[in-house]
């Protein structure tokens, strides 16, 4: 288990290194010096206080995100619809906490991320229904259903529940989560966001469910052989995995922005997808790479000020890394060949 | 409202307009799924070839080289998924959307540092796909809207329609890539090379995925927008699941979505919230595609029940 453990890690620096020497590759290409760029990379991302609590900002959500995905991963969904339970459970959110105003404060805050999560997890019940009844392709229809909560939410915002200016966002909320290192977004909801990946992480260890995912994940047969309903879990795990994805939109509205922004999550799920397929859907590993990933995505606009290589080469670096994460048989084959060539070579002795 | 306005002949073109860059896509798609292999990367082929598409035709004033070009880019995105998911045990769904987002990316960063611009690129030193036009429809007034004009690709999706179907259909290699499909081990314990089956029908994919690309961004229109595929990809998808990836069915599919855009498309100009009009591609995408696989459950059950 341990060795696993080490080849598992080295497994990740390696994909890492990889990716980072073809992202140089095309940054010389366009004739930038790689090591410029990499180290505007990181001032970008730790450079100052304000820079660290930028990327603190945009890991919360990632984390949620992440965590999400990774759920509905265990359980053999490849839940795409992260992102569109953020923008529904966003405007929830924010709807309850622009209007509900009869409410104590702290009741209203819970009121808020309640309203998100059952947001959340009711529009990710929609693919998973269909995935498990009717054998719909889920990856389809949630990445389509992104689009359709992007417009939705776009409609209520510069329509309904706009606040009149030229910019598309709502009136402000009247519950705020506190800022913890002014004057950047970094705040409170980074506690929450640690908070429930932790729980959930030992939720899902010890708990009778955790069991019956893990074995749904692995082998759903196997896991109906032995009395468990592959369908509900399946269903519940995508159930999470949206409430997941409404928290993270809860927290963005009432911890960064304090209004509903038109367009504020695009990106988020697909990243949180990246986290979490990069580290095979680990629940202790993918935190790490949620973080990993929010480096680079706040590093990138360093890149993007201090030098002339564009910001989007940080995500073509990201893609990388998953293109060659997903290749599973990598170090196999490699295994494979150093044991066939020690072989030939004893056989030739 | 005036229904007329919206329901009228040139409606019928504006279908077919829509349609033709999701059929393009839905058939990148059907070709593999024949193999039973899930091109969840049409997408980013898509989009790269539509890439490489705009920039060649730019730099060489050809669009015949545009097009070419989009092809090759196209096979090697979808060479890239053949080497990770046959080699590399890569999971096809994983490897997939990997190459959606770093087509989304790569293309944006080509954009930004070989054209040296963001978001759209648009020249008139792009060479488009040329107009076919039909010199004896111009007397028939209706028949002169509805056919003349068309771009050269519009037409031959429907050559490329009747050439898989018979080479999928009718071909030798045609039976291999779908006995393939069906049972991969009987294939292999009767002397066929499975894997070279699926490298082919991968390769394939992305040349048609490329084409589909091209004819976006040069036929459809005439420049390149950051991640201007907007997921017709997914809809192409979705029209081959709902033809169970039989070529002739899966247009029906892409027609209907094709509907639903070009109404969209005129409904915005009674007033409706144009994100309610840019929703309903999408809406209908997954409800046409819900439907068609419960009705797929429901006869397979039927069947079932019939053996029972």
Redesign the interface.
Known sequence: MKTDNRAFIVRILLTITISLVIGAFFILLIGESPIEAYIALVKGAFGSKLRIGTTLAGFTPLLLTSVAFAVAAKAGAFNVGVEGAVFLGALVAAYIGINWTFLPKPILLIACFLGAILTGAIWSLIPALLKVYYNVNEVTVTILANSVALYITSYFVSGPMSAGGTVSQSHPVTVTLPKIMFPSNANAGLFIALAITICLHFYLKKSKYGIKLSFTGTNSLNAEYAGMNPKKVIIYSMMISGALGGIAGCIEVLGVHGVFLNNFAVGLGTNGMLASLIVKNNLVAVPFMAFFLATLNAGAMGIQQNTNVPKSIVDTIIAIFILIATMDGIIAYVKNRRLKKTNKTEVTR | MNWQNIFNASLLYATWRSATPIIYAALCASITQQANI?N?GTEGIMLMGAFTAVSTSYLTGSWILGVLAAMVAGMLMAF?MA??NL?????I???G???N??A???T??L????LGK?GTFSDPAIDPIPRVSLPFLEGNELMNRLFNNWALTEWFVIVLIIILTYVLYKTVWGLRVRSVGQHEVAVTSVGINAKLIQYQVLLISGVVGGLAGAHLSLGYSNLFTENMTN?RG??G??AM?FGRAHPVQTVIGCLVFGLADSIGARLQAYGW?S??V??MP??V??IV??IS??N??HRENKVKSALA
């Open positions: 899930l969840i890239i080497i990770g080699e590399f045990s890569a999971d769904t994983a490897i959307m990997g190459i987002l770093f989304i990316a790569f944006k960063f954009l930004n540092s070989v963001s997921q997914f809809m998808v979705a699941f919230p994100q309610i840019l929703m999408y809406i995408t997954i595609l819900a696989m419960m797929k459950k």
